[in-house]
């Protein structure tokens, strides 16, 4: 083997141009708080928490503490047919955090793999109830749940299906629920798009309530571009999911632990679907972990299996992974401790004035928010969809900011310890570079 001893090539990184990036490196090398520190030691305002997911900011000393005890005292236990007090004592906690009836919880490594054990649970749940021929499940357009097959086969994005061929059979799509010409630079929910759950009704109809498993949304779509629910929209689809036995699934990876200035969609929008999931903010980032959250009807129909039998014939080497949960209890108790729910809901009005003030700045088509999630969207540039976003990404980094764009968008999603002054910095920043950028 001939490796140059730091040298880029054999890292083949995800999500990325992986030439044009080592060409001109961009790294990370610590991180306190609201900021990174870059490897030419430039400190980094983080509008994106890391990737949506270190909601309480970054390195907070109990969540590091708890994660260097546990690592010293038991650095990994097996759940199949063992267990360690962590995991049941952490599952209880986010069940406690949840609406009454959501009681059960999978844990997982990643957001992915919550879904893929979603979607499991769901064909599996029908089955034991005896309709094991509700095999379909319905995904949206615009839609993400990861990386994968069956993430990425409920999930509503061309290039899924352009690269990986025609993945799991039996899947539909409503469609996505976004709509410039009625509702560009709404401030929270948009008023028009609920009658879009309806398509569900002509997907119901097409293949037979029969044949149906479970359709999953999520609540907000973050990843294809901050897709906020038009008003009325989710209570539709829980609507006519119930009229016809089809489980709802809300992919609450971004959603989830305060990023809407709720501690989950699900409560601030009043709706409570079957199953949810849940990984990012759960350890704010800091041990990967997932977590799929069930009713106790859909568990309860499991629980009728023969004495001795595995109810669930399923898991992962690193469910509950001990140190993830050490970070996980550590993690809420950051989160309540500091108020930092609450404290999102207090930061959202002024968030949204902010990020609604880069209305009218150059190439701007929509500004849209929601909680502690704005979406700036860009009118693409002929020919080259999201090479404009691109570079005022990478004008932003040289600027001093973390953002993260998705095609045309900018997503602004700040960790919820962020101050008023950290707002104006993003939007300061993101404006400035906007009148920069081709
Ligand atoms: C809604 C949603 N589901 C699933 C995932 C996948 O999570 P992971 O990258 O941890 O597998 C993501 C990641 O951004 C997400 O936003």
Redesign the pocket.
Same mark, same amino acid.
């Given at each position: 083997m001939d490796v140059a001893v730091n040298s880029l090539a054999e890292f083949w990184m995800p999500f990325t141009a992986n030439r044009q990036f080592k060409q001109s490196p961009r790294l990370l090398v610590a991180a306190k708080d609201m900021h990174y520190t870059s490897h030419d030691g430039r400190r980094i305002l983080d509008s994106t928490s890391g990737?949506?997911c270190v909601n309480a900011g970054h390195c907070r000393p109990k969540i590091s503490e708890a994660i260097a005890r546990q690592a010293a005292t038991m650095d990994y236990a097996p759940v199949f047919q063992m267990g360690h007090p962590q995991a049941f004592e952490l599952a209880s906690r986010v069940a406690a955090m949840l609406p009454d009836g959501l009681e059960h919880v999978f844990f997982s490594n %990643?957001?992915? @793999?919550?879904?893929d054990t979603a979607l499991k649970i769901a064909l599996a749940y029908h089955r034991a109830r005896g309709e094991g021929q509700r095999t379909r499940l319905i995904g949206r357009e615009r839609g993400?749940?990861?990386?994968?097959f069956g993430?990425i086969s409920v999930g509503g994005i061309g290039n899924n299906r352009k690269h990986f061929g025609t993945m799991l059979g039996g899947v539909d799509h409503l469609p996505h629920t976004h709509d410039l010409a009625r509702n560009a630079f709404s401030r929270g929910q948009p008023q028009y798009g609920a009658e879009l759950a309806d398509t569900l009704e002509r997907i119901v109809a097409l293949h037979d309530p029969s044949t149906i498993a479970a359709v999953i949304v @999520?609540p907000l779509?973050? %990843?294809t571009g901050v897709l906020v629910p038009p008003v009325g929209y989710l209570q539709r689809l829980r609507d006519i999911c119930t009229k016809y036995g089809i489980l709802l699934i809300f992919?609450?990876?971004?959603?989830g632990f305060g990023r809407l200035g709720s501690p989950f969609a699900t409560d601030l929008f009043g709706i409570t679907p079957d199953i949810i999931?849940l990984?990012?903010g759960i350890t704010n980032a800091t041990v990967?972990m997932?977590a799929t959250v069930v009713s106790n009807t859909v568990h309860e129909a499991f629980m009728n299996a023969p004495d001795g039998a595995i109810e669930l014939f399923h898991g992962y080497t690193y469910s509950g992974h001990v140190l993830a949960c050490a970070a996980a209890l550590a993690t809420l108790d950051t989160y309540a401790e500091e108020g930092l729910f609450a404290r999102a809901a207090d930061l959202a009005p002024y968030f949204e004035d902010a990020v609604h003030s880069l209305k009218g700045h150059p190439h701007v088509i929509d500004v849209r928010n929601l909680g502690l999630v704005a979406g700036v969207e860009l009118a693409a540039r002929p020919g080259a969809v999201g090479t404009r976003a691109y570079d005022v990404f990478v004008a932003c980094y040289n600027a001093g900011l973390l953002t993260r764009v998705t095609g045309d968008i900018i997503a602004i999603s700040p960790p919820l310890i962020a101050e008023r002054g950290h707002i104006d910095e993003m939007v300061g920043i993101i404006g400035d570079v906007l009148k920069t950028v081709a």
């Open positions: 990737l949506w %990643s957001g992915s @793999e919550s879904v993400y749940h990861g990386v994968g993430g @999520e779509a973050g %990843s992919d609450e990876v971004i959603s999931t990984a990012k990967p997932g």
